[in-house]
Nanobody, 121 residues
């Protein structure tokens, strides 16, 4: 079994910063892309940032220049540094990872349980 556990959410004032972490554990042979999505009340889940295993990254236009995704492959962990937070960043943030649990198995996408980020004005 594979688990993704997120941490680092919370309440912050506008203009502040938070750092989210997501650690993958369990039966892991390899990890390809890792990323972060968010879902605000009444809205669809949207991509925030993604990091491919080859080092490429992509960001939602709304967070470019404010958020930075990074990963520590030795720890199977992906991070999301969020600076200059705005009230519209308020959402539940979910991490995901494309993981192969064994050399003979296909890659599957796994999701974390979500962590709440609330930005007050």
């Amino acid at each position: 079994q594979v688990q993704l556990v997120e941490s680092g959410g919370g309440l912050v004032q506008a203009g502040g910063s938070l750092r989210l972490s997501c650690a993958a554990s369990g039966s892991i042979f390899s990890i390809n892309a890792m990323g972060w999505y968010r879902q605000a009340p009444g809205k669809q889940r949207e991509l925030v940032a993604a990091d491919t295993s080859g080092g490429g990254t992509k960001y939602a236009d709304s967070v470019k220049g404010r958020f930075t995704i990074s990963r520590d492959n030795a720890k199977n962990t992906v991070y999301l540094q969020m600076n200059s937070l705005k009230p519209e960043d308020t959402a539940v943030y979910y991490c995901n990872a494309d993981i192969r649990s064994s050399w003979y198995k296909t890659t599957n996408r796994y999701w974390g349980q979500g962590t709440q980020v609330t930005v007050s004005s």
